[in-house]
């Protein structure tokens, strides 16, 4: 329970990191030139701090937060008191900076589970007053964002379909297929096209240009020519 409390905190903080990490302007994408004048160290360095803050303002996790944040909320909706909670050792932070944070106290918990092992099994799996468990809240949370989900029935969050919104809009290495079957693929994918499709019409462009200076750099030079002849029956 300690261990699952844990994982469950590094997510919390790394959500809330990326939502409030603002990107610095001064640290773009690194060019093929620049990286040749860097050393390895110091373009992984860069490019460490050019990721830092692209999720700022993002909607989808701005969403996801919003929702780990209503977690204990969701709990006491589903007939679990507060008290009751702080009795087994499981308290929300009091910082509001902290995302949803939840805090564990071992030893509570430990206590509890000798003297009121029956409330600690209906906080997590749910049973007696409790319509849905701790366990079952925080599933229900994060099914809509990170695993499989329909988004064509939101209400029935174990129906076949597609994937969760994050997984949706950015893949996930656990599901190969939704590498090359994202938003953000298929926009990377759209944007290569039109970056090809400018290129294929600057190429014509340039052509174009050079044709006719071509042309005309010809025709300036017949003129000279025939101006020298001119110039030669005039003399």
């Not at 977690?71 to 050792?89: F, P, Q």
């Not at 007053?129 to 939101?154: C, F, H, M, Q, W």
């Amino acid at each position: 329970v300690k261990k699952f409390f844990e994982a469950y905190n590094a997510m919390i903080e790394e959500v809330n990191g990326h939502i409030t990490t603002r990107p610095d302007s001064a640290y773009g994408p690194l060019t093929d030139a620049q990286k040749e004048e860097m050393d390895e160290k110091s373009i992984e360095n860069w490019e460490t701090k050019a990721k830092q803050g692209v999720l700022f303002g993002d909607s989808s996790m701005n969403d996801f937060s919003v929702a780990l944040q209503r977690v204990m909320v969701n709990l006491m909706n589903s007939g679990i008191s507060y008290s009751d909670l702080k009795e087994i050792g499981i308290e929300m932070s009091d910082n509001e900076k902290d995302g949803g944070r939840i805090l564990f106290d071992e030893n509570k918990f430990k206590s509890a589970m000798e003297n009121n092992p029956e409330l600690v099994s209906n906080i997590f799996t749910g049973g007696g007053d409790v319509t849905k468990g701790l366990a079952y809240v925080i599933e229900d949370t994060l099914t809509p964002y990170a695993t499989r989900y329909s988004s064509d029935n939101k209400l029935n969050a174990n129906s076949k379909g597609s994937y969760g919104r994050l997984v949706e809009e950015a893949g996930s290495e656990k599901i190969p297929t939704s590498i090359s079957n994202n938003l953000i693929y298929k926009q990377l994918k759209e944007m290569e096209k039109t970056i090809n499709t400018l290129k294929s019409r600057l190429k014509t462009e340039q052509d174009q240009y050079i044709k006719q200076f071509t042309t005309m750099e010809t025709m300036i030079n017949q003129f000279n020519s025939q101006a020298g002849y001119l110039s030669q029956l005039q003399g």
